[in-house]
């Protein structure tokens, strides 16, 4: 496994649309395990094979029992509710806007080798999903947020609520 790097905002491979995984092999499975050594290195919770310059559409999440799931071809296929909150982003490093997305999303996608599956989870993993494949449409957050948080805003949205920033016990 290897630690890939981070593709930053600017960087024109952020913009594009990925095109489908169509083989399920040896490079496919590389580039999995390189995306959760590298998600896990950097602290996030979520990476798409853009962000690491692969035009795929393949994307990983952390669930909230901190299991990676492997998202290959994922198409949310359900939503339910609305939850509005703080979101970042790898590419965009330090920087944080309010953005609402669904409460529960389901998403139907394959796995490693090529097998169908539904997943459906709610709040952060919700969220996540979304981020994530938004990712693959070549959008970042950025584009669902009014603008990028000051420090001083940032500040207060945390000190406003901290029950989204305590950690489970």
Avoid: W
Wanted: glycine share 8%; hydrophobic share 35%; charged share 35%.
């Amino acid at each position: 496994m290897a630690i890939r790097k981070i593709v930053e905002r600017g960087d024109p491979v952020l913009q594009k649309v990925c095109r489908p995984v169509t083989e399920f092999n040896k490079r496919l499975h590389i580039l999995l395990d390189d995306m959760a050594e590298t998600l896990e290195k950097a602290g996030g919770v979520g990476l798409a094979a853009p962000q690491v310059g692969i035009l795929r559409r393949v994307c990983i999440v952390e669930d909230s029992e901190g299991e990676i799931i492997e998202l290959i071809n994922p198409e949310i296929i359900g939503e339910e509710g609305e939850q509005t909150g703080l979101e970042g982003c790898l590419s965009i490093p330090g920087r944080y806007g309010i953005v609402t997305r669904p409460y529960r999303v389901r998403v139907r996608a394959q796995d490693r080798d090529g097998v169908f599956f539904e997943i459906e989870d709610e709040s952060v993993t919700a969220r996540c999903f979304c981020h994530e494949i938004g990712h693959l449409d070549g959008h970042l957050y950025t584009d669902y947020c009014d603008h990028l948080l000051t420090d001083e805003e940032l500040d207060q949205y945390i000190k406003d609520h901290p029950e989204e920033f305590e950690e489970d016990e």
